[in-house]
Nanobody, 122 residues
Framework: VQLQASGGGLVQAGGSLRLSCAASGRTFSSYVMGWFRQAPGKEREFVARLSRSGDSTYYADSVKGRFTISRDNAKNTVYLQMNSLKPEDAAVYYC????????????????WGQGTQVTVSS
């Protein structure tokens, strides 16, 4: 599957952004989807993940209550709604996919999008 992330940009602290990740192929619903981020000089970190059906989600503590992951299997798209953004949320955000099993470990994801930059001004 090929993934294309979009929706990043510059936003003031406290603002919102919605990231999208469009997937190619006809088996999108077979994939667990995740969002990760990487700030300069830091390792890639888990943000959120979503089960194949969309009924199970899991978030990093740092974004819980502010971010929401969702998917539309009919549109082959996964979203990350980010509210109450903080300067520490600034990073390149990546969507990723893997088959069958849910996980928060980036190295266990098989497919990655190209990343979209999120910048948060204080």
């Amino acid at each position: 599957v090929q993934l294309q992330a979009s929706g990043g940009g510059l936003v003031q602290a406290g603002g919102s952004l919605r990231l999208s990740c469009a997937a190619s192929g006809r088996t999108f619903s077979s994939y667990v989807m995740g969002w990760f981020r990487q700030a300069p000089g830091k390792e890639r970190e888990f943000v959120a993940r979503l089960s194949r059906s969309g009924d199970s989600t899991y978030y990093a503590d740092s974004v819980k209550g502010r971010f929401t992951i969702s998917r539309d299997n009919a549109k082959n798209t996964v979203y990350l709604q980010m509210n109450s953004l903080k300067p520490e949320d600034a990073a390149v955000y990546y969507c990723a996919a893997r088959r069958v099993f849910t996980t928060s470990r980036p190295y266990e994801y098989e497919y990655w999008g190209q990343g979209t930059q999120v910048t948060v001004s204080s």
